[in-house]
C-alpha cells in the first residue's frame, strides 16, 4: 500500500492519560501536516513538517501537544494529560513540494475518544 | 485569516438529479483549491484540484469552478448517484502553507 498509513485507527483513554499517534506518510513527499477534525467540522490545522523541520504550528497546539518527525519520515503526535475536548480525529496528510499543484493525501485518521 | 464557507451545510436529492455545491472564501491569494470526499469516520480523498490561474477542472461527472476574484468556487455533480453521498469539503492552499477547509456538505443521495 503506497498511500498515507495512520496507526491506531482508534484510541480510547482515560482523562489525564497519554497518547501518541503515528503516521507513515508516501514515501517521496516530504511535506506532512496533521489536521483535527471534531464532527459535522472540517478539519484544522495543527502543524507541518517539511522533511524533518517543524516549520508552522498552529495555535491550537497547546503545550501538551508535540510532533517530531525524525529523519524526515514517519511522524508522531503525542498528547500529554488528555482532555475530553481532545476527542477528535487527528488526520495525516502528506504532499511533494510544488506549491501552484501541492495536493494532499490523507490517512484515514485516527479517531480519539477521551472518557 | 482565511474563512472558507460551504453552502449548503447538508443536502437530500432523488437519484438522478444534478447538483451544485458551493464553497466562498474570504482571502484571493491562494495557490490553489482542492476539493475532498469523505466517507463517515473515514479519511478524505482529494476529487478535483483548481490551480489559481485556473478557471475550472472535470474528472467525470464531477466538475468544479473557481472564480477567484470574488473567492467563490462551485463543485458540480452531474447524474447523482446513491454511492455519491458523503461529505464534500472545499479547502484552499494560500501562502501560510496551511490548507485551510470549509465545514462541508453532506449529500445524501436517495434511491
Known amino acids: 500500500d503506497t498511500g498515507v498509513s495512520q496507526n491506531p485507527r482508534h484510541k480510547i483513554t482515560k482523562r489525564g492519560q497519554n497518547v501518541t499517534f503515528r503516521c507513515d506518510p508516501i514515501?517521496?513527499?516530504?511535506?506532512l501536516y496533521w489536521y483535527r477534525q471534531t464532527l459535522g467540522q472540517g478539519p484544522e490545522f495543527l502543524t507541518y513538517?517539511?522533511?524533518?523541520?517543524?516549520?508552522?504550528k498552529s495555535r491550537l497546539l497547546s503545550d501538551r501537544f508535540s510532533a517530531e518527525r525524525p529523519k524526515g519520515s514517519f511522524s508522531t503526535l503525542e498528547i500529554q494529560r488528555t482532555e475530553q475536548g481532545d476527542s477528535a480525529m487527528y488526520l495525516c496528510a502528506s504532499s511533494v513540494r510544488d506549491r501552484i499543484n501541492e495536493k494532499l493525501f490523507f490517512g484515514s485518521g485516527t479517531q480519539l475518544s477521551v472518557l | 485569516k482565511q474563512e472558507v464557507t460551504q453552502i449548503p451545510a447538508a443536502l437530500s436529492v432523488p437519484e438522478g438529479e444534478n447538483l451544485v455545491l458551493n464553497c466562498s472564501f474570504t482571502d484571493s491569494a491562494i495557490y490553489n483549491l482542492q476539493w475532498f470526499r469523505q466517507d463517515p469516520g473515514k479519511g478524505l480523498t482529494s476529487l478535483l484540484l483548481?490551480?489559481?490561474?485556473?478557471r475550472e477542472q472535470t474528472s467525470g461527472r464531477l466538475n468544479a469552478s473557481l472564480d477567484k476574484s470574488s473567492g467563490r468556487s462551485t463543485l458540480y455533480i452531474a447524474a447523482s448517484q446513491p454511492g455519491d453521498s458523503a461529505t464534500y469539503l472545499c479547502a484552499v492552499l494560500n501562502a501560510g502553507n496551511m490548507l485551510t477547509f470549509g465545514g462541508g456538505t453532506r449529500l445524501m443521495v436517495k434511491p
Open positions: 513538517f517539511q522533511n524533518e523541520a517543524q516549520l508552522e
Open positions: 483548481i490551480q489559481s490561474s485556473q
Open positions: 514515501s517521496e513527499h516530504n511535506r
